[in-house]
């Protein structure tokens, strides 16, 4: 494969990040390309151009010892045929909207909907064909890789011609920047997440349940049946959900609450979480949010985001079928996706945080994983 590299200066203050490329694959004639960024201390992150995938991120653990931390595959072909979103861009609008249907100043909308699975009936991350099975535009810039898309007008059901831009950085300090943005020539909802499935473990050696996760948020979005929101919002308080003491993922998992049965994939008596914590500080600013943490091997993932909340999902629905890395199954709770964003079905919930877009805006959200260990 070509192979070119590149030593590229990060921002002001940064150390120098060298980027790599390689031609990895091909998607209908086209050139599906791969990634590295690399920092002085070791850490690497790849992401391609299919679908902008990030592919795996390589930290140490307590002992220095580096190992992927993200769930994925081996090769692009397995990335064109993936089912589960394994690292994937997702949009226009990641997670549910009820129906597809809805309304943007008195005018109807009808997006694409799901033929089966869960989600039947509804819309869900992008449609059918969302952003995660497109081919994006790649370059290298200063200090990590650029990728566009153009979205156009009528795509899924989405009203516009929405240029979409995701900016991958790295820096010394270890963190891994997702910076999303994204304009339209008409009003059009966005909601663009990087849907990337974390074990800490490394290598997929152990599943999440015994990770621990805190989250700064004092209250979740309601689901009913479906995971669609009431449109209300519940205190997480004396439930499972409470995270914002870190606790560990199988204590809250086998829980008894009618909302973690709603999303019971595989385990048909506890279910999981498939839901979104609505953080207690949200002003538009970058914070610090969530922590991940992975006693055996000590890792630490801080997360950082401009969103106002995370949809945390904890692999209910991985049954084997899809095989990752080094012929891993990706079984149930094999990983956990933290995925920053705003919150299902929003165009249909006026009272949630507004995911219009319109002409002459900027859409912008950016987040930052920040990975270290501890003993």
Known sequence: MLCLPALLN????????????????????????????????????????????VTSIVVPDKQGAFEDVVLGYDSADEYVRDCCYNGA?????????????????????????????????????GGEVGFNKKLWHARQ????????????????????????????????????????????????PVNLISHIYFNLTGNQKRDIEQHKLRVDASDLVQVKKGLLPTGKLMRV???????????????????????????????????????????????????????LYEPDSGRVLDILTTQPGVHVYTGNFMNGSAIGKQGKAMTFRSGVALETQHFADSVNQPQFPSTLLRPGETYSESTVYRFGSRQ
């Open 141 to 188: 810039v200063r200090g990590g890789v650029e990728m566009r898309y153009l979205s156009l007008d009528g795509e899924e059901g989405y009203p516009g011609n929405a240029n979409v831009t995701v900016l991958y950085r790295l820096n010394a300090n270890n963190e891994f920047t997702v910076s999303f943005s994204a304009t339209s020539d008409k009003t059009t």
């Open 10 to 53: 990060a921002q002001e203050g940064e150390s120098d990040v060298v980027v790599t490329q390689e031609v990895w694959g091909q998607y209908e004639g086209e050139e599906i390309k791969r990634f590295t960024l690399s920092n002085q201390y070791g850490m690497r992150v790849s992401v391609t151009n299919w679908g902008a995938y």
């Open 237 to 291: 308080e004396g439930t499972p959900f409470d995270l914002t003491i870190a606790a560990t993922l199988h204590e809250r998992l086998t829980s008894e609450h009618e909302q973690l049965k709603l999303a019971n994939g595989q385990d048909k008596t506890h279910g999981g979480f498939d839901h979104t914590w609505v953080f207690n500080r949200y002003d538009g600013k970058l914070q610090h949010q969530v922590q």
């Open 89 to 125: 861009t997702v949009g226009r609008f990641a997670n549910r909207i009820a129906g597809g249907h809805f309304r943007i100043d008195g005018k109807p909308v009808q997006l694409s909907v799901k033929r089966d699975g869960g989600n039947k009936g509804n819309h869900a991350h």
